[in-house]
């Protein structure tokens, strides 16, 4: 069993920067790959980032470059540095945690756990 529990986001303007932080709780040392996945009303959820045990990370195209997914061991946390964000990157932002083997993807059913969810929102 794995809790993880979301800190951080808020409201900014655009092209300011907001960090994510998601701790992790339980059975930690299982968890293969995590991720940061978003949700805005009306819209299909996006997996934003993710990283496996051995810090391989993938972006997604919409943040590439502007977002950074990384995770302190030592602490168990997981975080999303958000830089230059846009007026679309409001949405509901939420960790998980996969447990399974193998490749990270992007997709939330491909994870097992979630965080309870933190609001970002960018006004422009």
């Known amino acids: 069993q794995v809790q993880l529990v979301q800190s951080g986001g808020g409201a900014v303007q655009a092209g300011g920067s907001l960090r994510l932080s998601c701790a992790e709780f339980?059975?930690?040392?299982?968890?293969?790959?995590m991720g940061w996945f978003r949700q805005a009303p009306g819209q299909e959820r996006e997996g934003v980032a993710v990283?496996?045990?051995?810090?391989?990370?993938e972006y997604a195209d919409s943040v590439k470059g502007r977002f950074t997914i990384a995770k302190d061991n030592a602490k168990n946390t997981l975080y999303l540095q958000m830089n230059n964000l846009k007026p679309e990157d409001t949405a509901m932002y939420y960790c998980?945690?996969?447990?399974?083997?193998?490749?990270?993807?992007?997709?939330?059913?491909?994870?097992?756990?979630w965080g309870q969810g933190t609001q970002v929102t960018v006004s422009s």
């Open positions: 998980a945690a996969r447990l399974r083997s193998g490749r990270c993807p992007r997709i939330w059913e491909a994870f097992d756990y």
């Open positions: 990283i496996g045990s051995d810090g391989v990370t």
């Open positions: 339980g059975y930690t040392y299982s968890i293969n790959c």
